[in-house]
Nanobody, 124 residues
Framework: QVQLVESGGGLVQSGGSLRLSCAAS????????MGWFRQAPGKEREFVGA????????SYADSVKGRFTISRDPAKDTEYLEMNTLKPEDTAVYYC?????????????????WGQGTQVTVSS
């Protein structure tokens, strides 16, 4: 089992920045990919981005490309989501997730473990 704990959410004005963290514990050696998803009220959970745990290659949704950056620190078993130029439409609960296989990375069903989520609110 892998446990994931997110932190760093909050309220920010449009154009501002936030950094989310996701600390993993347990059988972290089994992680192949870590991802970020978000869910706004009344909407389905959507893919934000992902990072391969060993090589560090990343993939992003078009809606956040160029504004969000995912990184990881394997020594700390922690994943980060740096969010810049935030927009009101980025408001959502953000979840980190981990999967034990390399694919798929953009679909929720591919992930084996989920954090509890952290609220990000961007005011206009």
């Amino acid at each position: 089992q892998v446990q994931l704990v997110e932190s760093g959410g909050g309220l920010v004005q449009s154009g501002g920045s936030l950094r989310l963290s996701c600390a993993a514990s347990g059988r972290t050696f089994s992680i192949w990919v870590m991802g970020w998803f978000r869910q706004a009220p009344g909407k389905e959970r959507e893919f934000v981005g992902a990072i391969s745990w060993s090589g560090g290659s990343t993939s992003y949704a078009d809606s956040v490309k160029g504004r969000f950056t995912i990184s990881r620190d394997p020594a700390k078993d922690t994943e980060y989501l740096e969010m810049n130029t935030l927009k009101p439409e980025d408001t959502a609960v953000y979840y980190c997730a981990a999967e034990r296989s390399p694919v798929p990375i953009t679909q929720t069903y591919g992930y084996d473990y989920w954090g509890q989520g952290t609220q990000v609110t961007v005011s206009s």
